[in-house]
C-alpha cells in the first residue's frame, strides 16, 4: 500500500493498479480490515456490556473466539486478493 500511495501523485492522482470488482485492490484490503475492526470493536463493547450486567465471564468467553474467528476470516480474505 505505501509504494501504490507513493506512485499515485506520478499517475496523476489516478489509481491505475490492479482492481478486485470495482473497487483498487488497495481499497479492498483497507474496507475488509475496516470492517473487521468495527465489528471486533462493536464485539469487545458487547462482551464488555453483557459481562458487567450478568457478573460471568461466559459472555466474553464466547464473543472471544467469534471476533477471532471473524478477523481470520477477513485476514484470509485479504490475503487471497490479487
Known amino acids: 500500500m505505501i509504494i501504490d500511495a507513493f506512485f499515485q501523485p506520478v499517475s496523476g492522482g489516478t489509481y491505475t ?3 478486485f470488482g470495482s473497487l483498487p485492490i ?3 484490503k483497507s474496507y475488509i480490515f ?3 475492526d468495527v465489528i471486533a470493536n462493536a464485539g469487545v463493547i458487547l462482551a464488555g456490556f453483557l459481562v458487567a450486567m450478568t ?3 461466559y459472555p ?3 464473543i472471544g ?3 477471532g ?3 481470520l476470516n477477513g485476514a484470509q480474505r485479504i490475503l487471497s486478493l490479487k
Do not use: F, K, Q, R
Open 17 to 19: 493498479g490492479p482492481t
Open 26 to 28: 488497495v481499497a479492498s
Open 34 to 36: 475496516s470492517a473487521n
Open 55 to 57: 457478573g460471568s465471564n
Open 60 to 62: 466474553d468467553l464466547v
Open 65 to 67: 473466539p467469534v471476533v
Open 69 to 71: 474467528l471473524i478477523v
